[in-house]
């Protein structure tokens, strides 16, 4: 059953807010180092999806879900530790959020709290993550100076680099530019399309035309139910639905 | 009326209000100040008293004092810290959450005459503590864990909300994510509120009345199970108890209470400017 390019098999899958339904009969597939978007106008599920993802949702005290969600096969919920599940899925949210720590311990806060106390391994997950994210050249001389410091843009590298000091699988972006200038935008783009080859990036987007440029494969979302998904230039081209075409037009939303 | 009048004559009521505030703590200072400060001197700080508590120093009244308030705290800041963290960071808001919290909202506003019964009845007589400073110090605790509890509660929950959602999304454990994002970011705040109590507690002289204050000791307490004079005791003793203590060793004795409450709230302010300065978010 278990396909391997499958990273994440989400199936019959349900979010409720007390009796507000945010997802409805959800299922679809995340193939490994994809760059998969989900697309839709505001209150379409797609951030409940994303913190479906790592689990982020249980901290609405009054949402519940039901069908299952299955990482490599595994369910999420019955088959792993939550705290296992989001050191292997990060997310960056739509706001840069540094702690108000130092560059560096913001970067090692996910492995100090694995335990780690080596300053050597440290030390190297901190350049290895800083240069992944593009981070590395700006930061290197200052990485002992507080993180509220940086840039915008810069702070939202930093959160990449945070998450990928921990090894994960998979990076789960919220709006990621929604902050940001156009040229931060365009750099976080370049790091998305790189970070694929080794990561499978989930990124939820306001902007349709983002979505086009890095997605390989595209979701729309409308009032909690996908209305479809398809390969992303197909999708930007010929959709199956009249409203994802309506709503990529900018007929609404 | 004119509109301008009626707005002057809204001014200098509010004004005149405000003043009035003021005044009594003016006029209290510079009295206690002025007929105090001549007693104030090495041998009155650091010397017992002699003859009959009309002469020499309130020594074991200060340090009895200082071991009550040391006592409370560290009594009631742990309990009242871990409490608080229970209550903000654990607890949903069901109906038992509700309860507690009205509970200490309530526990706050107990007349302080009331905790030194429950003091007698609880540590003194049925633990058989007797009165000594221990079941001092735990009466003074539990009048100030309301404090503690309510201040601690406010420093934790205005920590920012994201914190906590960013270090559970890293993969930290509630309880990691509470120790090494939130409680760093609230130790100001709670601290601040810890000030606050023993400034309560050393001031109260109800809790101590039953509990643990000497009207008179020769010597200095040598256990926690002695008991022990305390300052606003002493000042209640030598105001109205024994008769031709001089006035300004009265007014002295309340001199240096008030001096050691006041630089604990100094030290309280000063903690609370420092944390909104060095405040990022």
Redesign the interface.
Known sequence: MVNPQHKFSVRNFNVHYDHFSALRNLNLEINANEIFTVIGPANSGKTTFLNSLNRLIDLVPASRCSGEILLDGIDIRAGMEVETLRRKVGIVFALPLPLPISIFENVVFGLRMQGVRDLRRLNQAVERSLRESYLWDEVKDRLSTPAMNLSGGQQQRLCTARILAGQPDVLLFDEPTSGLDPISTARIEETLLILKKKYTVVLVTNNVAQAARVGERTAFFLMGEMIEVSETGKMFTTPADTRTGDYITGKFG | MDPRRSQKIAFAVLLLATLLVVLPVVVILAIIVAKGASAISWDFLFSMPREGMSAGGILPAILGTLYLVLGAVIFAVPLGVMAAIYLVEYS??NRMSRLVKLAIVNLAGVPSVVYGLFGLGIFVTFFGFGASILSGSLTLGIMILPVIITSSREALESVPK????????????RW?TIR??VLP?ALPGILTGMILGLGRAAGETAPILFTVAAFYLPRLPQSVFDQSMALPYHLYVISTQVPGIAENVRYGTALVLLTLVLLLNLAAIVLRSRFRRKK??
């Open positions: 949903s808001d994201h914190f906590r959602t960013v270090s559970l999304s890293l993969g930290a454990s990691q090494h994002s970011h990022k978010w």
